[in-house]
Nanobody, 123 residues
Framework: QVQVVESGGGSVTAGDSLRLSCVVS??????YGWFRQAPGKEREFVGA????????TYADSAKGRFTIETDNAKNVLFLHMENLKPEDTAIYYC??????????????????WGQGIQVTVSS
């Protein structure tokens, strides 16, 4: 059974840091991604990492503040977020793909999704 479970969300103050974790199990995946969805907005790409290449890629909004890492031995994906801003407030989703479809930044590039976890940043 495939499971994708996020943890580590919560409420923080602007400038704080937070680390999200995502445990993925049940299948072999080629790459993982993080997305987020703010109230009233479309789900947007945050970043992704290939298990093969190992080098993450980020959306412009995440560059310099967010870092994606994996513990492949434990099938855990991390999203380290620093200097958080109120506009980072959203539900964050972890996603995993069983094969490469040519990209990392679209929801359709992934097969399975976590339930989402709330991150709230107050000013």
């Amino acid at each position: 059974q495939v499971q994708v479970v996020e943890s580590g969300g919560g409420s923080v103050t602007a400038g704080d840091s937070l680390r999200l974790s995502c445990v993925v199990s049940g299948r072999t995946f080629t790459h993982y991604g993080w997305f987020r969805q703010a109230p009233g907005k479309e789900r947007e790409f945050v970043g992704a990492i290939s298990k093969i290449v190992g080098k993450p890629t980020y959306a412009d909004s995440a560059k310099g503040r967010f870092t994606i890492e994996t513990d492949n031995a434990k099938n855990v994906l991390f999203l380290h977020m620093e200097n958080l801003k109120p506009e980072d407030t959203a539900i964050y989703y972890c996603a995993a793909a069983t094969y490469y479809r040519g990209g990392y930044s679209f929801a359709g590039d992934y097969d399975v999704w976590g339930q989402g976890i709330q991150v709230t940043v107050s000013s």
